[in-house]
Every structure is written in structure tokens, then in C-alpha cells.
């Protein structure tokens, strides 16, 4: 079951938590660099690690070439927000260790030689990080790991220099949005060390009212601190969402996210833009009690990605995309 | 049970049939110059000769002074096309005689002194006009009817003299209209003597896609001739607009019906404009065998009509008009 199936703690509002641990083997040149031959010692190193530890978790681990891997199921991959686009794009001698559950995936050979990815739904940072930390105790004990003692882990690039970790929740923010209170937001937490971006899209409006908030500082703090304070600037931002849907027009707001949930169950044709836009809805009509839905919007969101789609369809058409998309949430809303 | 409650022949296509007939009482001024005292002769007269006949008509019949009716009633009747809009604003001294089911209404005191209506569901102009036929015959035998021989019946406007039969239907033209093909359809037949508008709204799209075709000439031709080529005009125009429904790709089609039902279906506030078009596009829909209602759309649009609301509501306000009449339609469809 994908980590977007389960329903999760705060799941109304932080739709996940990702941690993501960068680390490099020592003596060896960053991917950028590498040859054919040198990506495939890291690789081996690493999988020979992980599979030779009798940590509980390496039971549910399988290693993947990326060669083995189809375009269009690498770009699924990354709907699944299980690998990054430079990594689908740059997939030549690459390969992954990753969970049934595709809630662990370590990308090797990515802009680190290592980088170890937890997703959980909703907010759990100290459960997905103590999963990374696993993880990382295994090559940290088992290999030469570059690291400094005074600067702490080495990476490529130097905002990731430190912990080498990047915390961060996609949280569902559709009222602040509405009501033009992201950039006040991200200027306020910028001060306190953290970025706010939308998931999808690009201008004023995320898709889907999606945003990431992850932490800055990597250098000169403890891994325990950010995942700390990850989680109060969650709660905090969740708690100006709320406040925020209190002001609404009770009707306005049924009469909008009913419409939405009306539209997705009657449409024969569905840009993967507009399900975005009707899905939000959906959300937080679901998370205000005023729609009933029998599968959670995020789900469908990412089954409704475009490559999620043309692996169904099985070729590429953008016009009978939007059929079958339409077709597949008509059927499951 | 009011004629829009009615299934009718090409109801598809044709929602109403309508016919009037203009006459006037010989040695009596035109309403515009009438007196207090002389509206009150008029009525009297019409009412007592009608209610003397023994046609089977009368039985179904009422005389109602407009005085006694109040405003929010006057202008949910022209609302219903029982009256024009004209006589619910010049309503004092005037009066109706209407039939329970409102397909008969003879308003005394329009434009003329009597004006015979008859609304019929579908296209049924010959039946309409039989009926209306038969009240004219009332009242040319039993009261001294403003005639000239070479002219024929005499009123206040010349455009209505010779027959005073304006014969018309109210048309449902989606597609044409999508197509702009209303423009070239108005063009082609006011050479054969007609003219259509559309039903509500200005500019270049009729509110709810509804058009009224009506004849022009009513000097030098007869009745029934009238009536025969209303009917073929019409015929003509149902065949160009399936011609044109042909052409439509049928998911497009779909979706847009379905869409358009599922808005109805989900919303909690809905403006009278928005009412029309989401029903237009159910009654397409309907009517291509796409959306299944429980209700017709035309009824609804009726019933959804912002003094229809207003009489249920029992007070104005164009806010709460727009909940009670997304309630009615969402527990209706």
C-alpha cells in the first residue's frame, strides 16, 4: 500500500512528511563526474551494505537498475514523489533500494551518491526520520562515508553541507492561498529558517493548493533540532489554516466544494489541471465534513498524473488521457 | 397542471407553442386612452358574454381583476408566460380570464382591448390556435368587434392589423447557437415572413438557448395559412439544428451535458443565469438521450424564475433566492 493510500495523523491538512538524507562514499567524485564504472561500484557497495544488514527494515528492500525502467514508469515514479525529475531524466547507470510500500527509496547516484528518502503520510517527521536514521546508521557503520568533523557530512552542493538532511510536508493550504496569505507565510518563515514552495505548477497559485515547507539550515545544527522544529512550524502554519476556514461563508464554502465533488462525478473529459483544482476542493470539503468521498483526493491526484495515466493507457495521447482520467475518478470519487 | 408541466409533441426541441389573437370593441377608445370607467365596461362586457356561452371552454375558466393580484404574483405570471410583462406593470383597472391549467389567459386592457392567448406545450400551433379560435368566435358573435372589411380586424398597432394573430413557438437552439447560427437562420427567414429573438437576455446569446420564432405579416393572409406556415418554418428549423447536433464529437457532448447536471445536482447557490444555462445544457442533454431527469429542465427554469422563487420565499432578497433555488433544483433533478 503507497504511503498516498494510507490515512495519516493531520492528513486534513499535511498531506506528507518527507526526510531525505544526503551522503557521498569518500574518495570517490561526485555523480556529476562519475564514470559507468565508478556508478556501478557505488551502487554495488551499497546495495552488498544494505542487504547484508540484519535490520528489520531491509526485509521489505528490493534493488532496482534504472536502466531496467521504462520512461514512462520513471516519470510515474516521480508522480509517486518517490524519485526527483533530475533523477528520471538522468537515470543512465543509476539504480534504487526501495520498499514495497515505496515509502523508502534510496536514490543512488542522484546529485549525492546516496540519498536516502522516507515519505509518510501525513505528519510524522520522527517516524520517517528515525526510518532514514536506520538507514543511515547501516552505510554510515558499513562504509566510508565522506564526513568532516567540523563541517559534518560532505555533498555536492554546499546547502546541503552539514546533517545533509532536508525535512519537509506538503501541506494543503487552499484558504490561506485564497485569500493571498502565502507570501506574508513564507516571508515569516523564511526568518525562522524555512522555505515555503508550491508542489505543482508555477505563479501566484500552486495547483491543487499544494505547497512544501522544508527546512534551510543544514550546517552548524542536529538532525533532531530540524525534525523538532519542522514539526512546530507545522503545527503552527495548520493552526493559521484553520484559523483562516473559520472566517469562511458556510454556505459559499459547501456550495464550492460540492460543486467541485458534483463536476469530478460527472465528467467525461479531465485535464490533469482541472482535477487538480476540483480534487482541492474535494479535500477541503472532506476536511470541513461537507463532502463525503469514497477515495482520499490525494490519492486520485497522483493516480491522475498524467504518466499514472499513460501507463494505464498504455501509449501517449493527452486527449484520450483525459478520457480515461476522467472515466477512472468518475468511477472512484 | 400548468402547460410547462406537460410533455408534448417535439418537446425536444419546441418547449411552447403560442397563440394570440388582437381584437378590439368597436366605438370604445385603445387602453392607452382608456378611462377608469371604460376598462371597467370592457371587462365587464368580455367577462359577461364569455361566461354566458355555453362553449365547453368556460367551464375550465376564471375572471380575475389584476388589482387584487400582487406584484410578486403579476411578475411570477409573466415569469409563466401568462401575461406580458407590460400588463404586469400597466395592471390597474385591467383584468384576466384564465383557465386553471394557464394554457388560456385573455387579458383585457394590453395593448388592445382584448387579447386571446392560448400556450400550448411542444408544437401544437394547429390545436392552440383552435382553442383560441373558438374564444374569437364568442366574441365576435356576441359583441360588436372593431372590423373593416378591406383591412380587417382593427388595432392599436398597425403591425398587428388584418388577422391579429401573432402565431409563435419558443425554440431550444443549443448547437445552432454555439455554432453562430442563429445570426444566418434569423436572416433566411425573415424573407418567408418571420422574425426570432431570443426568449431572455440581450446581446448575442439568448439566456438558456430559448428563441421565439413568431410570424411578422398579419395583413392580407389568412389565419390558418398562418398557423400552416408557422408549423413548416418550424419543422425546417428542428431539422437544421439536428443537422447540426450530428456534427458534435459525442464525449464533448457527454461532458458537457453530464457537467453541467452534476452542478445542478451539488450546488448550494445558484443565480438565475447560471440556473439556464446548466438546465439548457440538461435539457441537450435529455433530449440526445445523454442525462436522465426527473424533472423537465424547462419547468424547472420556470420554477427557478427569481419571482417564482420570491413567492416561496416570502420575501426579497436576491441572496437567499439564490439557496432556496439551488435547494429546489438539487432535490429535484
Given at each position: 500500500m503507497s504511503w498516498y493510500s494510507k490515512t495519516a495523523p493531520r492528513g486534513d491538512i499535511v498531506v506528507s512528511t518527507r526526510i531525505r538524507l544526503a551522503r557521498n562514499i569518500k574518495g570517490m567524485p561526485f555523480p556529476s563526474k562519475m564514470t559507468a564504472e565508478q556508478f556501478c561500484r557505488v551502487n554495488e557497495l551499497v546495495r552488498d551494505v544494505i542487504f547484508k544488514s540484519n535490520s528489520p527494515i531491509v526485509k521489505q528492500l528490493k534493488y532496482i537498475k534504472m536502466d531496467n525502467v521504462p520512461e514512462v514508469e520513471r516519470f510515474a515514479m516521480v508522480e509517486r514523489h518517490i524519485i526527483s525529475r533530475e533523477f528520471a531524466l538522468n537515470y543512465q547507470n543509476r539504480a534504487i533500494i526501495i520498499s514495497d510500500d515505496e515509502e523508502i527509496c534510496i536514490m543512488l547516484g542522484e546529485e549525492d551518491h546516496i540519498r536516502i528518502q522516507v515519505v509518510f503520510a501525513g505528519l510524522q517527521p520522527q517516524l520517517a526520520y528515525n526510518i532514514a536514521d536506520d538507514i543511515d546508521n547501516i552505510l554510515c557503520q558499513n562504509l566510508d562515508i565522506a564526513f568532516d568533523e567540523r563541517l559534518g557530512f560532505l555533498t555536492e552542493c554546499p546547502t546541503n553541507l552539514g546533517t545533509g538532511l532536508r525535512a519537509s510536508v506538503m501541506l494543503h493550504l487552499p484558504i490561506m492561498e485564497q485569500k493571498d496569505e502565502i507570501g506574508i507565510l513564507a516571508k515569516s518563515i523564511r526568518k525562522q529558517g524555512f522555505t515555503i514552495r508550491g508542489m505543482?505548477?508555477?505563479?501566484s497559485k500552486a495547483l491543487g493548493s499544494l505547497y512544501q515547507v522544508s527546512n534551510q539550515v543544514t550546517l552548524g545544527v542536529n538532525e533532531q533540532n530540524a525534525i523538532n522544529s519542522l514539526e512546530r512550524m507545522t503545527y503552527q502554519i495548520i493552526g493559521q489554516e484553520e484559523e483562516t476556514r473559520k472566517m469562511l461563508n458556510p454556505i459559499k464554502l459547501q456550495d464550492r466544494c460540492m460543486r467541485s465533488y458534483g463536476i469530478l462525478k460527472n465528467s467525461y473529459i479531465l485535464s490533469s489541471q482541472e482535477m487538480m483544482a476540483r480534487l482541492s476542493d474535494v479535500k477541503l470539503g472532506i476536511s470541513e465534513k461537507i463532502v463525503h468521498c469514497n477515495e482520499t483526493p490525494i490519492k486520485l491526484m497522483i493516480e491522475g498524473s498524467p504518466y499514472m495515466i499513460t501507463r494505464i493507457l498504455g501509449y501517449d495521447s493527452p486527449g484520450d488521457r483525459d478520457i480515461i482520467r476522467a472515466k477512472k475518478i468518475r468511477e472512484t470519487i
Open positions: 505543482y505548477g508555477e505563479g
